[in-house]
């Protein structure tokens, strides 16, 4: 079968490998036996490209799905590769797909097959940096030989696990912030801290209103909030009792409300907490 419709360049190989089978080495020389070896190796390199460049095409039409198999499944099946070197496998091809300039490397033969591998498994969870870097770790890998290349690429991979936890830290930083919305009856507080703000935080609230014993019946949330209150109160300069109920709170209420007269008009209902709005008479009576 041929993908040009001329001579199929397998039915070279396939002839190459059975003139090689009847070769006569009997009278070689050592150093004419090693140099044919070298020949093989490079030989079975650039097979083993072409075999990464072959599960790229099928991958990237999902030829598996013809027989109802994941690509794993069918290479394992199909090819005689046991599953996890079929994955290995696939991961590589996959890669090779999401970063061009690797492929272009690897078909050129400026890198091998052992190299890209070594790549694809340092990129894993670290692909976009990758991407940044690709051109560099391309460089190194077509200089450096395959047996020194683990130590390479074990070096990027710490390095690069490093700037994303710096990207990620410096990512939550900026993600910091607090909101605090009116709704009817009171208010919701919602925001994200970054890591060790949320220790700081949770640490300080835990300690300013710790559970005090069976008559405690507060939750945690609840001797959160009320810790919360108590540390604003606090930076106001309020002299404040240790837990909740607190005074300090501005209230503006109506002198019918106060007294507790009959409702004679809206205009008299005024009960409020001065930068929030209304609220009920028995919460401006637990803060007067």
């Not at 009856?185 to 970054?194: E, S």
């Not at 810790?227 to 503006?252: F, K, M, W, Y």
């Not at 004679?264 to 409020?272: F, I, K, Q």
Request: proline fraction near 3%; charge should be negative.
């Amino acid at each position: 079968m041929s993908g040009s419709g001329g001579d199929d360049p397998l039915d070279h190989i396939r002839n190459g490998l059975v003139a090689l089978a009847t070769e006569d080495r009997s009278s070689w020389s050592a150093a004419t036996l090693t140099d044919r070896l070298i020949e093989l190796r490079t030989v079975q390199e650039r097979i083993d490209a072409e075999m990464l460049r072959a599960v790229r095409e099928c991958d990237a039409v999902d030829a598996w799905q013809e027989e109802a198999l994941g690509g794993v499944s069918w290479l394992a099946s199909k090819t005689g590769l046991v599953r996890s070197a079929a994955a290995a496998m696939l991961r590589t091809a996959r890669f090779l797909t999401r970063h061009e300039e690797s492929a272009k490397a690897l078909d050129a033969g400026d890198v091998t097959v052992p190299h890209v591998e070594l790549l694809a498994r340092a990129a894993r969870q670290r692909d976009d940096l990758y991407s940044e870097h690709e051109t560099t770790l391309l460089t190194t890998a077509a200089i450096v030989e395959v047996q020194d290349f683990p130590e390479i690429t074990r070096r990027w991979a710490l390095s690069a696990d490093d700037e994303l936890a710096r990207r990620d830290a410096a990512f939550a930083f900026e993600r910091r912030g607090i909101t605090i919305s009116s709704t009817t009856g009171g208010g919701v507080v919602d925001g994200f801290l970054d890591p060790e703000a949320t220790a700081t935080v949770s640490r300080t609230l835990d300690e300013l209103q710790p559970h005090d014993g069976p008559a405690d019946t507060r939750s945690r949330r609840q001797r959160w909030a009320d810790a919360l209150v108590l540390l604003c109160e606090r930076a106001r300069g309020a002299n404040l009792p240790d837990s909740r109920p607190i005074t300090g709170g501005e209230i503006v209420m109506s002198h019918d409300v106060f007294a507790g007269h009959a409702l004679a008009g809206l205009d008299t209902l005024r009960c409020d907490i001065d930068g929030f709005g209304p609220v009920a008479r028995i919460t401006a009576e637990r803060l007067v």
